[in-house]
C-alpha cells in the first residue's frame, strides 16, 4: 500500500481541514496542516441529465391531495418561500443542482511527473450539507492510497442545494411549520425538514435526485477512462468508497458496470450496505417517521409497477435495466435470483464495513440482506469501539484519550486495504 506521508490525528485533520475548505477555491496547499504533501483542487461540473426530474414535479399528486397541499402552503409561509415556491419553480431549473464544483484531494506531483493511474470516487451520506467530517476521511485515503480521492455529491445535496435548506434560523420556523402539519411527528428537526417536506410531497425525488446522481457519476468515469479528468491518465481504474446511502449508488455502479468503467474496480462500504427495507433510517439528521413512512410506501409501488410510477422518468435511455437491480437493493423479495448474481460477481472486490451500535444500518440489516458467515454474499466486517458513537457521527470530534482516533486509523487502514484488494480477516 503506497502512502504519501503522515497526515495527523483525526480532530485535528477535522478542524484545520473544515477551517480551510472552500469549494470555490481552485487549490488548496494542506501540507503544512495536515503533515502530508497532499492537496485539494477544485473543478467545475455540469449534469447533462437534470432532464431526469419532472417539468412539474407535482402534476401526478391527486388532485385532492395537491389542493390539501396548496392551502397548507397558504397558511404556511416559511415552507412556501424556502422549499415549495407556490410549487413554481421544478427541480430540473434549480441551477445550483445542475451547475457545481466538487473537490479532489490529491498527492501533490512534480511538474511533469506522470498521471495518477488510480482514483477513487466517495460518496456521502443522505440529507448531508457539509464536507466537513469527510475531510479526515478523504485525507486519510489519500495518504494511504497515495491517489486522488473525488468528493462528489449526490443531487440536491451539500453544494448542489439552496444555500438556505442549511440555515437553521430558517428551517426552525419550516421545521415548526411541518409539525404543525403532522402534530406528535417523530425524529422531526431543523437539520431535516428540508429533506422530508420535499420526499414526503414529492417521493419521486428520492429516485430522480439517485439517478442524476448516477448518471453523473458515469459521465464523471467516463471522463477519467477517457483521459479528460486533470491529473488523472487515460484508463485509470476508478474505485469507490461509499458511505450510508452512498453505498447504495456505489453497489449500482459495481454491479451494473455500465459501460464497463467499473470491471475491475474496487469498492468499500462503510456503515450501509443492506438492502434498504432493513435500514432505520428516521433519525434527526436524515428523515423523520412522516417522510420515511411517505417514502417507503412510494418505493413499494415502485417495484410492483416501475412504468406506471416512474412514468416518463422509467424511459431514461438504459435505465430499464437498472431499475431492476435498484429495486432488488430497496426490497428483499425484488428480483432476489439477480441481485445475488450480481453480488457474486462482485464480491471479491468489494469490502463491508460497519458499526455494531450503528442503528440506521445495523449489522442484522446486513446479515439480512447478505447472509452470515462464510455463506455470505458480501462478507462484512464489524467494529466496536469503546466510545460514544453513531451512524451520523462514527468518529465523534471529542477524543480526550485517543479511542476515536485509533478506531479511525484501523477503519480507514482497512478500508484503503480494500480499495487496493487487500482484505484484513476478521
Same mark, same amino acid.
Given at each position: ?26 487549490t488548496i ?11 485539494i483542487?477544485? @473543478?467545475?461540473?455540469? &449534469?447533462? /441529465? $437534470?432532464?431526469? #426530474? ?6 401526478? +399528486? !391527486? ?8 392551502? @397548507?402552503?397558504?397558511? &404556511?409561509? /416559511? $415552507?412556501?418561500? #424556502? ?6 419553480? +421544478? !427541480? ?26 488510480? +482514483? ?73 425538514v ?19 446522481t ?21 484508463g ?11 453505498c ?13 468503467l ?17 435500514a ?29 410510477t ?27 435470483d ?30 439480512a ?58
Amino acid at each position: 500500500m503506497t502512502a504519501v506521508g503522515r497526515v495527523g490525528t483525526h480532530g485535528v485533520l477535522r478542524q484545520e481541514l473544515g477551517r480551510v475548505f472552500d469549494q470555490s477555491a481552485g487549490t488548496i496547499d494542506v501540507e503544512q496542516l495536515v503533515g502530508a504533501p497532499i492537496e485539494i483542487r477544485t @473543478y467545475p461540473f455540469e &449534469s447533462a /441529465h $437534470s432532464d431526469v #426530474h419532472p417539468a412539474d414535479d407535482y402534476a401526478s +399528486a !391527486d388532485p385532492t391531495a395537491r389542493a390539501l397541499f396548496a392551502y @397548507y402552503l397558504e397558511h &404556511s409561509p /416559511h $415552507s412556501n418561500r #424556502h422549499l415549495f415556491r407556490a410549487l413554481q419553480i +421544478a !427541480d430540473r431549473a434549480i441551477d445550483t443542482n445542475r451547475s457545481f464544483r466538487y473537490a479532489v484531494f490529491s498527492p501533490k506531483r512534480s511538474p511533469g511527473a506522470e498521471r495518477f493511474s488510480n +482514483a477513487i470516487v466517495l460518496m456521502h451520506g443522505l440529507n448531508e450539507r457539509f464536507w466537513t467530517k469527510y475531510l479526515p476521511w478523504a485525507a486519510r485515503l489519500a495518504e494511504l492510497r497515495g491517489v486522488p480521492v473525488i468528493l462528489f455529491p449526490i443531487a440536491f445535496h451539500m453544494n448542489r442545494a439552496p444555500e438556505v435548506w442549511a440555515r437553521p434560523r430558517e428551517m426552525i420556523a419550516v421545521a415548526r411549520e411541518r409539525q404543525t402539519l403532522f402534530p406528535g411527528l417523530a425524529a422531526s428537526s431543523f437539520a431535516n425538514v428540508a429533506l422530508s417536506h420535499r420526499v414526503q410531497f414529492a417521493p419521486h425525488r428520492f429516485v430522480t435526485s439517485g439517478l442524476q446522481t448516477y448518471l453523473d457519476l458515469i459521465d464523471l468515469c467516463r471522463a477519467v477512462r477517457d483521459g479528460a479528468h486533470p491529473g488523472i491518465a487515460a484508463g485509470a481504474r476508478v474505485d469507490l468508497f461509499g458511505y450510508s446511502i452512498g453505498c447504495l449508488l456505489v453497489q449500482m455502479l459495481m454491479m451494473a458496470d455500465p459501460d464497463g468503467l467499473f470491471g475491475s474496480s474496487h469498492a468499500v462500504l462503510f456503515c450501509g450496505g443492506s438492502i434498504l427495507e432493513h435500514a432505520r433510517p428516521v433519525s434527526k439528521a436524515i428523515v423523520d417517521e412522516e417522510a420515511h413512512r411517505g417514502l417507503t410506501h412510494y418505493l413499494d409501488r415502485v417495484a410492483r409497477d416501475p412504468s406506471a410510477t416512474l412514468g416518463a422518468i422509467f424511459d431514461v435511455a438504459g435505465w430499464h435495466s437498472d431499475v431492476r437491480l435498484f429495486t432488488s437493493l430497496a426490497f428483499a423479495g425484488c428480483h432476489r435470483d439477480e441481485r445475488e448474481r450480481a453480488a457474486r460477481r462482485v464480491r471479491d472486490r468489494m469490502t463491508v464495513l460497519c458499526m455494531a451500535r450503528d442503528r440506521v444500518f445495523p449489522p442484522e440489516s446486513l446479515n439480512a440482506s447478505w447472509g452470515t458467515g462464510e455463506q455470505s454474499l458480501l462478507p462484512v466486517r464489524t467494529y466496536d469501539p469503546e466510545f460514544d458513537y453513531s451512524h451520523e457521527q462514527p468518529f465523534p470530534s471529542g477524543d480526550e484519550d485517543g479511542r476515536v482516533g485509533a478506531c479511525f486509523d484501523r477503519v480507514f487502514t482497512d478500508a484503503a486495504g480494500g480499495l487496493e484488494g487487500i482484505r484484513t480477516a476478521g
